[in-house]
């Protein structure tokens, strides 16, 4: 199957059909030194070695502050804003880091982890979601916080995924700053806001061009009331990689919505062949029936979910209602201490700390 163009054909935008067109700051500016940034890290600059410098700036940054720093799944944001509210996804975070640590004349770069794809709920949106983190130029080998291989190290901000650090590749910043563009996009899109959704997809395509955010265009189109120009957008992807399953699962989507249910039928047996497994559907299988005192039935379903994907909180803080309600606590204790500490967002965090609270 031949490669896709880098270059989007012009025929798949809808510029006339999203008025509202946002403000995105460029490529350049987002990996640019901030003034707050700059004004905080010139006070604090220690006259050190390379190889201490690193560990003075995560320390600075993500624990001296009055306010330190902290991972959040669903805050995409510019170093700016990333400062100035202390809170950050991976893709942010690494951002900051890479950002704030060539400011130190430490060379830093985004990495993409090469790990499969983990599914993400944002709203009423499940998506399958890639996962970065940084790399630092150090002259050093690392220590218990960060990984060093030949002068290099990795600085992971999200829980559960240590294991992952030596899989990944350095990408450039344009491919960042689309990545940065896409979560936008999945963000405004999850709000309704569909102009801005499309603009920030358009803008992260031209940017660097990838199938996720082919996939995220369609829908845009499909929500906003444009079903021709989502299958456009799905077979365009399609004539190029066949083995695309969120595609031919949206496409299915689509299609039965348009009264096509064989078309639709046949695109659905396709995606289930390639689709990973979803943790969240057996989740959400699991709360039904714990919600109607079937313990044990939902407990399987919650460990299934688990051999999907073993860091999510959900499926974490399911076996410890599970635990809790056959009257094991030290259990329950053990996994919702564990769902406290990879909880993805401060909502979550505190959801689960409430129920900890109420329960053990």
């Known amino acids: ?33 901030p003034p707050a940034l700059a004004a905080l890290l010139d006070k604090n600059r220690q006259d050190i070695d390379r190889a201490k410098r690193l560990q003075a700036l995560l320390a600075l940054l993500f624990h001296d502050l009055d306010t330190p ?52 709920r944002n709203g009423d949106l499940v998506t399958l979601s890639k996962h970065v983190n940084v790399r630092v130029k150090t002259q050093d080998l690392g220590d218990n916080n960060v990984i060093g291989e030949n002068g290099y190290r ?29 979560n936008q996009s999945v963000n405004w899109l999850v709000e309704g806001h569909y102009s801005e959704a499309y603009w920030a997809a358009k803008t992260s395509l031209m940017t660097h061009p990838e199938s996720e955010t082919f996939n ?45 249910p064989l078309e639709a039928a046949n695109a659905k047996v396709k995606a289930a062949r390639l689709m990973p497994d979803n943790p969240f559907d057996f989740i959400d299988q699991a709360e039904l029936l714990l919600a109607d005192g079937h313990v044990a039935k939902a407990k399987t379903l919650y460990e299934k979910a688990l051999e999907i994907d073993d860091i999510n ?21 053990r996994f919702v201490d564990k769902a406290l500490l990879l909880a993805s967002t401060p909502q979550v965090h505190e959801r689960i700390l409430q129920w900890k609270a109420a329960h053990l």
């Not at 444009?226 to 949206?250: G, I, R």
Request: with cysteine; hydrophobic share 45%; aromatic share 12%.
């Open 313 to 333: 909180e959900e499926a974490l803080w399911g076996m410890a209602k599970c635990y809790y309600l056959s009257g094991q606590a030290q259990l329950a204790l």
């Open 216 to 260: 995220l265009l369609g829908v845009i189109y499909r929500r906003a009331g444009l079903p021709k120009a989502a299958e456009a957008v799905y077979q365009y992807v399609l004539a190029f990689d066949e083995t695309d399953a969120s595609v031919w699962q949206n496409l299915s989507v689509l299609l039965n919505a348009q009264g096509r």
């Open 69 to 120: 720093i902290r991972y959040h799944a669903d805050m995409n944001l510019t170093p700016s804003e990333t400062l100035q509210q202390r809170l950050g996804n991976c893709l942010s975070l690494a951002i900051f880091t890479a950002v704030a640590a060539r400011y130190w004349q430490l060379p830093a770069q985004v990495q993409s982890v090469a790990i499969a794809p983990r599914w993400m």
């Open 1 to 33: 199957m031949q490669e896709r163009p880098r270059e989007v054909p012009h025929v798949l935008w809808q510029d006339d059909a999203f008025g509202v067109r946002p403000e995105l700051v460029s490529p350049q500016m987002l990996f640019d030194v």
């Open 154 to 182: 990795v600085v992971d901000f999200q829980q559960g995924y240590e294991r992952y650090r030596f899989r990944a590749q350095p990408i450039s910043d344009r491919q960042a700053a689309a990545l940065f563009y896409h």
